[in-house]
């Protein structure tokens, strides 16, 4: 264990601005990486640019993969799964780190647009866990895909550039709130009163929905595609906030979408570094855990199977025994966010059992509701294995239960991947305001989370 509880206090001379460096990068990735999508785009670029190859083009060119090889795996576009392989056989087990990069957010309706009374607005359905009301006033991003009716596939932005307009949710008025104050916070905004403000000036000469034909004529215009292909549209709303640096002293992150890139970042930023590890090294980064790691590119998909099934195929010697093994014996840090304690909600917390953020990186044995329900509940025999990993490469580590008991609670991909026979612990920082449009986390937790993947992938 550390000699301080407090991560700061353990870095050495140089580190301290090791922190503040890898933060700068961890800014820019967050700004880059605000969904799923665009987030498996910059994740691939970097992979590239350090020797990663797409493991298509081994396949197609029946390439055998040896000891040192990096290669990656693009699911859908959506996720993606880094490999450096291992001089042990492969059937001896990976060392995994797995992240998702999917955040909560607002998903436009496949027939979002609609006027009502001058107002031009998109309706949407939320994704994932979402206080509704923190969504209303804040400046609103856009990002996502459309299919034009000659299959131009269409990339839209919207938001982020300073030059960029954004969007909004509103809300009513303090002066005429009596009854909107008086309900509870869950009912204050409800679903269908999240829609998106995206225009208020009619087109001229056009009789009915003036302003929404307007806004169709820009679109066309723009970016070429028209009404009916938002009913095969993927479009993402999300804070068109830029990270920032949190605090006086800087030593804080506030930015949309941490969870779960902040994981996601430091597995990268990790997997990165790992050159010729005896166990092969997998990084992870899934999509939709947000909504129970389903579809196919979630890891309750048989995407993560299929990546090593291939990988043991280029390894040599294929054979459905070989790939079991290589799963049952992996071992893996399901590298995901913390509750952090929040002294202004201390009801909600166990102080004892409670993440902290500064603290360094969380292992949460377990994660779950109502009696663990839905958890890994991860071996002991385990926890003891990375303890010394941790302590080994001077990571200061804490343990953390997602709450009080009682208070609700969480799930996280771990489960998914133990089912294999494989050994796995819930690892991550803790955040501020989970699952807010503006999240808080401690540079130096980024820090020590990067510093704990990379030392137990190698
Ligand atoms: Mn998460
Ligand atoms: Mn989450």
């Avoid at 990068?25 to 990663?52: C, H, M, P, W």
């Avoid at 298509?56 to 090889?69: C, F, P, R, S, V």
């Avoid at 009301?133 to 990339?155: D, M």
């Avoid at 092969?280 to 990546?307: Q, R």
Wanted: proline share 2%; aromatic share 8%.
């Amino acid at each position: 264990m550390s000699k301080n509880k407090n991560a700061w206090l353990n870095l050495k001379d140089d580190e301290k601005q090791k922190v503040m460096d890898l933060n700068k990068k961890y800014i820019d990735f967050l700004n880059v990486s605000r969904t799923e999508r665009l987030a498996n785009r910059e994740i691939i670029r970097q992979a590239k640019e350090n020797g990663f190859v797409d493991i298509e083009d081994l396949i197609a060119k029946k390439t055998q993969l040896k000891a040192g090889d990096r290669v990656y795996v693009d699911q859908k576009g959506k996720a993606v799964l880094m490999f450096v392989i291992g001089s042990d056989p492969i059937d001896e087990g990976l060392n995994i780190v797995g992240a998702h990069i999917d955040s909560p957010r607002l998903d436009l309706k496949q027939n979002p647009l609609y006027e009502s009374d001058g107002l031009a607005m998109l309706k949407t359905h939320y994704y994932g866990g979402v206080k509704k009301y923190q969504y209303a006033t804040i400046p609103l991003a856009i990002h996502g895909i459309v299919f034009n009716k000659s299959g131009e596939k269409i990339e839209i932005n919207i938001g982020l550039d300073e030059d960029d307009p954004v969007f909004c949710v509103s809300d009513l008025l303090i002066h005429l709130s009596k009854d909107q104050l008086s309900k509870s916070m869950n009912d204050g905004i409800t679903g269908e009163m999240m829609n998106v403000i995206v225009g208020n000036m009619p087109l001229k000469d056009e009789e009915k929905d003036a302003v929404k034909a307007n806004i169709l004529k820009l679109i066309k215009e723009k970016y070429n595609f028209e009404e009916e292909d938002f009913k095969v549209a993927e479009l993402e709303v999300v804070s068109a906030t830029k990270a920032r640096e949190l605090g006086l002293d800087r030593s804080m992150v506030l930015a949309y979408g941490q969870d779960d890139r902040i994981c996601a970042f430091a597995t990268l930023e990790a997997i990165l570094e790992v050159k010729n590890p005896k166990r092969t090294a997998l990084a992870i980064f899934a999509d939709k855990e947000e909504i129970g790691s389903v579809g196919n590119a979630g890891m309750d998909s048989h995407m993560f199977e299929n990546a090593v099934a291939e990988v043991v195929n280029l390894c040599g010697d294929y054979c459905h025994l070989r790939l079991m093994r290589a799963l049952r014996d992996s071992k893996v840090l399901s590298a995901d966010v913390s509750a952090g304690y929040d002294p202004d909600f201390a009801y909600a917390f166990d102080k004892l059992n409670s993440a902290y953020i500064g603290n360094g990186v969380c292992i949460n044995k377990y994660t779950g509701s109502r009696g663990k329900g839905g958890s890994n509940d991860a071996n002991a025999e385990f926890l003891n294995e990375v303890r010394k990993v941790f302590d080994d490469a001077e990571v200061t580590w804490q343990t953390a239960e997602l709450g009080a008991v009682d208070q609700g609670g969480g799930g996280t991909i771990a489960l998914l991947l133990s089912k294999y026979g494989a050994e796995v612990v819930d690892c991550g920082p803790a955040v501020l305001s989970m699952h807010s449009p503006h999240e808080i986390s401690s540079k130096v937790d980024t820090y020590m989370s990067y510093k704990a993947y990379k030392a137990f992938m190698e």
